[in-house]
């Protein structure tokens, strides 16, 4: 039996016939998904192509065989973003939703908080603190237009608020989407008893809130706007996308309010795109859908590949890889180019990263993990007692 024929089917898919609006509590369910750690392979492959292909494109002018590939087939073929951007952002994004939801009501507020943003902060400070270190040598520049950053910038960079700073103060660029991820852990805390009386209202809600964020923004004058408000509004769509999987899944919400839900998330898509709060054209609403897509596809798989040692580390590892590539694929590319050729060099790139990501998985990552797990866990023990 081939792997395609071994990934099930979604339970009932799209078509869950719950009420969103019940009289009892409703309660989540834990979702096991096979093709998870599959999913976020993906996931880290096209930002790894995302941001070798910017630095080639926009940076360099050069090409590269993979970069010529990538464009016949999937650009100018199925029609994704150029230099796939977002593709990779939306299926963490997706994940978030299809996999965070469960847990907010299954656990205390506090124990809520404290395990997804805890588990996220020790590697982003470490990640952080490598990329001030890196800018202050000289090493590496900013990923925003100042030439270096100030001990009150490096300071927020550590809570990631140096992206609500007019002009944005980015040392380590890709940590935005964690301002993405930590606003929904907040906003699904917020509205937890929408998500245990009427959980298709939270995914509705939260794009009515992205909507008059983009709104605000846009009819606001310059100096009154927060340009990091449009970038999250324009892509938390991605993480209710997967809150709505999560809930047909589960039954939770029914064919009509599942719809609903859909459907708010398109018209926060078309908005951001007509408002032009993205930033690599027009195609997002067509690359969302494509990701979404794989993501009902794929998720269930249990065959071969998904169950693959290969696939597995990369998945586990997926996080560390996010944050620290940006920090790797440049100084090494131009160290190595001239000795191994560009794609020796990509693969100098991709080896240090796998290290390094190897190394803070397991020094940083799991240890911290489990030491703030193991205390939460202490704690609600504690307060049930």
Request: charged residues 15%.
């Amino acid at each position: 039996m081939g792997a395609n024929e071994r990934c099930r089917q979604a339970p009932s898919s799209l078509l869950a016939t719950g009420s969103a609006h019940s009289a009892a509590r409703i309660q989540p369910s834990r979702m096991r998904l096979g093709g998870v750690d599959l999913l976020r392979t993906i996931a880290v492959l096209a930002v790894l192509y995302s941001h070798i292909s910017y630095y080639f494109v926009d940076d360099r002018g050069d090409g590269w065989w993979l970069i010529d590939l990538v464009q016949e087939g999937l650009i100018d073929g199925i029609k994704l973003n150029n230099h796939l951007s977002f593709v990779g952002v939306a299926f963490f994004m997706v994940l978030t939703g299809l996999l965070i939801t469960g847990s907010v009501t299954r656990h205390s507020a506090s124990n809520f908080l404290g395990n997804r943003i805890g588990r996220l902060l020790p590697l982003l400070w470490l990640s952080v603190a490598a990329a001030i270190v890196l800018v202050r040598m000289h090493i590496n520049g900013m990923f925003s237009p100042q030439d270096g950053i100030s001990n009150v910038e490096a300071g927020l960079s550590f809570v990631l608020g140096g992206f609500f700073l007019k002009p944005e103060v980015a040392v380590l660029g890709v940590t935005w989407t964690l301002t993405v991820q930590i606003l929904f852990y907040l906003y699904c805390v917020a509205a937890r008893p929408l998500l245990r009386y009427a959980p298709a209202l939270v995914p509705i809600v939260g794009a009515a809130l992205c909507g008059g964020a983009l709104l605000y923004n846009d009819l606001v004058p310059a100096a009154a706007t927060v340009p990091m408000l449009s970038k999250v509004a324009a892509t938390m769509p991605a993480i209710f996308v997967g809150q709505i999987i999560y809930f047909a899944w589960t039954g939770l919400a029914s064919r009509i309010w599942l719809l609903a839900a859909t459907a708010a998330q398109i018209g926060v898509v078309e908005l951001a795109t007509e408002l032009h709060a993205y930033w690599a054209g027009d195609r997002y609403l067509w690359t969302m859908t494509v990701v979404t897509a794989t993501v009902l596809a794929l998720a269930h798989c249990r065959g071969a590949i998904a169950s693959s040692r290969a696939v597995h580390w990369v998945g586990t590892r997926s996080y560390a890889i996010y944050l620290l590539h940006t920090l790797i694929l440049y100084r090494v590319f131009e160290h190595t180019v001239g000795w191994f050729g560009t794609t020796g060099a990509i693969l100098a790139f991709l080896i240090v990263t796998a290290v390094a990501s190897e190394v803070a998985y397991r020094v940083v990552e799991v240890p911290a993990g489990r030491w703030i797990t193991d205390r939460l866990n202490r704690r609600e023990a504690r307060n049930r007692a």
